[in-house]
């Protein structure tokens, strides 16, 4: 019970972390799309990577109560790597395969990706010793 009561809370700080951390990569993919008129894909990418930074410094002081450490971070440009890449498929298909508006791409990936980078950072990147 206790480990289930300590994952849930888990889970609902690693949730809070991630909507700050959406807001701020819809707002950027915005900007960059809508104000500054760049392409969707790599607009996509940027904001992902900005994200990624802002998520590991939340999630590593709030989340995991993890100290620094550069093997913390490596593992977590990994599991950032993988869901980059995952990020960059499926925005592709959307806009690019199906001719999807960007933003439908953006809800499918914001449902999948943060599901995977939680199972891998919670049971690998800041696995508790």
Do not use: C, D
Request: glycine share 2%.
């Amino acid at each position: 019970m206790i480990n289930s009561k300590k994952m849930l809370m888990k889970f609902s700080t690693y949730s809070i972390v991630g909507i700050v951390s959406v807001a701020f990569y819809f707002l950027s993919i915005f900007i960059f799309v809508e104000l500054f008129h760049q392409e969707p894909v790599l607009s996509s990418a940027l904001a992902f990577l900005l994200m990624t930074l802002i998520s590991y410094f939340l999630n590593k002081r709030f989340t995991f109560n993890s100290a620094s450490s550069k093997k913390t971070f490596i593992k977590y440009l990994a599991v950032s790597g993988l869901a980059f890449v995952l990020n960059s498929t499926i925005m592709y298909a959307v806009v690019y395969i199906f001719s999807y508006h960007y933003s439908i791409g953006e809800i499918v990936t914001t449902l999948i990706i943060p599901l995977i980078n939680f199972i891998l950072n919670n049971y690998w990147t800041f696995k508790e010793k």
